[in-house]
């Protein structure tokens, strides 16, 4: 009978530890996920910073050309007429949009 209850507590032992390695495992694989997710969210916000940075510095560079362009034009216009804004800027700078870059 000896036998069998030290076989019976060798099997619970092993199971016990079956269990509580099952248990690790599955406690670091969370955790290792949890820090990919977290890195891949900083990634995509700063992937995001990065995209909205360039699409605005792209913009103001071609506000900053339309300015400097219309401000070319209503020099001319007043080294030909004397009288500053009185003329109309050229099409293709009234029609500038920032879409239009």
Do not use: Y
């Not at 092993?14 to 949890?34: D, F, P, V, Y």
């Amino acid at each position: 009978m000896e036998a069998a209850l030290w076989g019976f507590l060798g099997a619970l032992v092993g199971a016990s530890a079956s269990i509580a390695t099952s248990w690790l495992n599955s406690r670091h694989e969370m955790a290792r996920q949890h820090q990919a997710d977290s890195l891949e969210r900083i990634e995509r916000a700063r992937a995001f910073q990065r995209d909205n940075l360039l699409e605005l510095q792209q913009l103001l560079q071609g506000m900053v050309r339309f300015s400097a362009r219309a401000q070319l034009e209503d020099e001319r216009a007043f080294r030909q007429s004397g009288e500053w804004g009185k003329a109309l800027l050229s099409e293709e700078v009234m029609q500038w949009t920032p879409s239009s870059r």
